[in-house]
C-alpha cells in the first residue's frame, strides 16, 4: 500500500495556492473597460514591442499631426489607429490592405479613424478580458486531457492483453482518478461560456452570430445546448468506463475470479470505439470551435496525439517517482525502457499529424485556412516552432538511445521537455481564437497550470493510496513483473 | 602446427545455453557458435560485444539528410530559382516544408540501404558466397559449438560431453 506522503501533500497545496493567486491576479489586472485599454495602447506605442511599427509609420504620422492637432487627438492615437490598421490586416485578413492603408493615411478622413479606434479598443479590450479565462481554460484542459490520454493507454492495454504493462495498471488507475474532479472543472468552464461569463467562444456571442454566414450555416452543430448535451454525453462515457474497469480490476484482485478479467477486456474495447468518436468530436467542440471559420480534418487525430503522449510521460514521471521512494519493486527498467519508446515513438507521431495539417495548408496556400498558420507563424513565432523543437527535435535525439530510455534523469528531463512542449501545444491552439496578438505567458498561465497541477497531483497520489500499487489478479501479472527487454 | 576444433552438437536451445555458460565458465575458448535459429540470449551468454550497427544507421541517416538539403538547395534555390505555383523560391527555409518529404524519404533511405550493405560487408555476406557450415544439420534442428583445442583435447571432450552434447567429434581446422 501506498502512503501519501507529507512533501506530497505539502507540494500540491502550495502549487495550488500560488495557482490560485496567480490565477485570480490574471482576472484582477485585465481591463474592466475601454479607458484601461486605451492606457495599455497608449505605453504600448512607445514600448519596443511595436517598435518597428511606429517608426515605420513615423513619418506620415507626423504630417498627420498639423492637421490633426486643433481636433485634440495625440499622436499616440495617431499611431495607435494605424497600428490597427496593419494588424487588422494582419489578423482578419478580411479587407485588401490598399483599402485599409488608404483609410489609415488619408487625413481627410479623420472621422473613420475614430470610428475604427474605437472598434480597435473594443476588440483588445475582448482580448485582453478573454486573457485570464483563456489561460485557466488551458490550463484545466491540458491537465484533464493528460488524465484522459491515460484512460486511452488503459484501455489500450486491455484491449491489447499486454503482458508487459499490468504492473503498472495501479499507477495508470490513480492518474485517471483525476478524470472526474478535472472533467467537471472543464465542464464548469464550458458551461460558464455557454451562460457568456466569458467570450472564450465566438460563435456562442448571438450578436457575432447575427452577422456570420458561416457560423449560421454551423449553427446545427454549434449551438449552446447541443454543445453542452455533447460535453455532458463525452464525459459521462469516459468516466464511466473508468470507474467501470477499476471496479473490476479491484474485484479481479479481491476474488481472483478471471469473469471481470473478461469484462473488462469487452469493456476496454467498446470504450475504444466510444472514444475515437468522442475524442474526435471533443476536439471540435472545445479546441477547434475557438476559431470557428478554421476547420481541419486530422485536427482529431492530431489533438488525440498531443495529449496521449502527455499522458504516457505523465506515467512514466509517476512511476519513476514511485519506484525511486521503493513503492514499485517489481517495476523495473525494462517497463521504463517501454514507456520511454512509447514517448519517443508518440512524439514522432504528434510530429507527423502536426506537420501533416501545417504542410497541407501551407501547400494549397487556400486563405480561409491559412490564416490559421499565418496568424501563429507571425504573431507565435516562439512557442508556434518552439514547440516544434520541444515535442519533436529534443526527445527525437535525446530518447533515439537504447541506454538512454534505461536512465531515470534522462527520462525524467524529456518528461518534462515533453509537456512544457505540449502545454504549448495546447496553448498555441487556443490563445491565437482568444486573446490573438496581445498574448503572454504570465502569472495568470502559470498559475493555471501550478493549480491544476497540484490539484491533479492531490488527486492521484490521494487515489494510489486506496489499493495496493500491484495488481496481483490480473492473469498476466507475472509476466509483467519478470518482464525483461 | 595442428589447427585443432571439437564440434559439440546439442539438439536444444536451452542445453545449448546452459553448454555455452558452463564452457565460458570453465575459461574454454568457444570459437563459434552455429544455430538454425536466432536463439535468445545466445549473445549475452557468449559474451559477445554489443553490436555498433544502429550507430552506423544514425549516422548513415544524417548523411541521407545532409544530401537531400545540399540537393533540393542546389536544384530549387541556388540553381534555377523558378517561380513554380507561387511558392517562395527565395530562400531554402521559406520553402522548405515542401522539401520535407524528400528529405525525410532521403534520411529513411540512406538509413536502410547503407545499414544493410554495412551488415553484408560486417558479416561478409554476397552471392556466390562459399557457405561456411561446418555441419548441414546446423540449418535445420541442430546447435553446434566449436571449441578451439590447446593441448587438452580429451579433457575438453569429457568436459564437452558431460554439458549434454549429443555428439562430440575433434575436427582438423585449415
Redesign the interface.
Known sequence: MYTLSSKIKNLSIVLMVLGLLGIGYGFFSAPKNTEDVEKILAADAHGSHHGAVASHEAAPASAEKNETHHESVTVKDTLATQEHAVDSVIAHAEAPVADHAKKAHDATSHEAHADEHAEHVEHVLHQLQNKPWSALYIGALFVFLISLGVLAFYAIQWAAQAGWSPALFRVMEAITAYLVPGGIIVFVILVLSGVHINHLFVWMDPEVVAEDHLIQGKSGYLNVPFFLIRAAVYLAGWILYRSYTRKNSIALDNTGDLSFYKKNFKASAAFLAFFLVSESMMAWDWIMSVDPHWFSTLFGWYVFASFFVSGITVIALITLHLKSNGYLEFVNNSHFHDLAKFMFGISVFWTYLW?SQ??LM??S?IPEEVTYFKMRIEHFNLPFFGMVVMNFVFPLLIL?N?DFKRVPWIITMAGIVILCGHYLDFYNMITPATVGENWFIGAAEIGSVAFFGGLFLFVVFNALTKAPLLAKGNPLIEESKHFHY | MSNKVIHALYNDDDVLMDAVKATRKAHHHIEEVYTPFPVHGLDKAMGLAPTRIAICAFLYGLTGLTFATWLLNNIMISDWPQDIGGKPSFSYLQNMPAFVPVMFEETVFFAAHLMVITFYMRSKLWPFKKAENPDVRTTDDHFLMEVSVNNNEDELTSFLQSTGAVEVKVVEKH
Open positions: 506537420f501545417f504542410m501551407w501547400y496556400n533515439i537504447t
